[in-house]
């Protein structure tokens, strides 16, 4: 098995109604103008890991840009998505320097998927030489779309990149698997990297958004674009993280979040 490390980095949280992520009767959503409406108004963490691997340094995601305000203003959907749980070591590029890693410093870049929240600075890697990878779903969705933005698909974030595209499950390293994992969009993914000493951990990025979600019974969200292939994925990663005795990472789960290793020199191996 090979020598990997892989640094769950947090960058802060955004907040939002919980309905956004997890399903329940009775709720309507509500913005960041009314949260005293009797809804619950959460935290709504966003991470990247980088994986350091003997063929090359991984980064799983890119979290949301440090300009959201302004940036996601033609979506509407600053208002109901505020990224304002952050610090300024928390920030991008920020949190990457303290781990002595520059954009110039990353061979790869796998996308979990395109929503704004996770390509958010996916566009410093324009000229950086590191390879970009997603789902050939996902791209052929994203670019497919109609207009500047299409739900949560914000074009600015990767209009103009070139993505070499994977179709299925792919091992892209030996020890790290992308596992196609559509629903949430067309073409999202978790990620499977196998570890030396932990063991096997799975990062499902918006494929799980939380442990309620994860159930059983799984129970969905209201940024599903397929709720049948995303109840099918949920069981696919449900497998496999049995057959694997995987720790399993999700995407926006506070609780969690803040159970793991997150510090400068914390990494998993």
């Not at 395109?114 to 996916?122: M, Q």
Request: charged content about 25%.
């Amino acid at each position: 098995m090979p020598d990997i490390k892989a640094r769950i980095v947090s960058h802060g949280a955004m907040h939002c109604d919980l309905t956004w992520l997890l399903l329940k009767p009775m709720s309507t959503i509500a913005d960041r103008h009314h949260t005293d409406l009797p809804r619950p108004w959460v935290e709504c963490p966003t991470h990247t890991v980088l994986i350091d691997h003997p063929d090359g340094r991984v980064l799983w995601d890119t979290s949301c840009p440090s300009n959201w305000e302004d940036h996601w203003k033609v979506t509407g959907f600053q208002d109901f998505f505020p990224y304002d749980a952050v610090s300024e070591d928390q920030l991008f590029d920020n949190a990457l320097h303290a781990r002595g890693v520059g954009v110039e410093d990353i061979d790869m870049v796998i996308m979990s998927h395109l929503h704004f929240d996770h390509a958010g600075n996916l566009a410093k890697f324009r000229d950086s030489g590191a390879k970009l990878i997603c789902t050939k779903a996902e791209r052929d969705g994203a670019f497919g779309i109609d207009g500047m933005f299409a739900g949560a698909h914000l074009r600015a974030d990767y209009e103009g990149l070139d993505f070499e595209t994977v179709d299925g499950d792919t091992e892209i390293l030996p020890g790290i698997t992308l596992i196609e994992a559509p629903g949430h969009t067309w073409g999202t993914c978790a990620l499977k990297v196998d570890l030396p000493n932990t063991g096997t951990m799975i990062f499902t990025s918006d494929a799980v958004y939380r442990s309620e979600s994860w159930g059983p019974p799984a129970t969905g969200a209201a940024i599903v674009w397929n709720n049948l292939e995303w109840l099918a994925s949920v069981e696919k990663l449900r497998a496999i993280a049995e057959r694997s005795n995987a720790t399993l990472v999700f995407g926006h789960d506070a609780d969690q979040m803040r159970t793991l290793r997150t510090g400068i020199d914390d990494y998993y191996d």
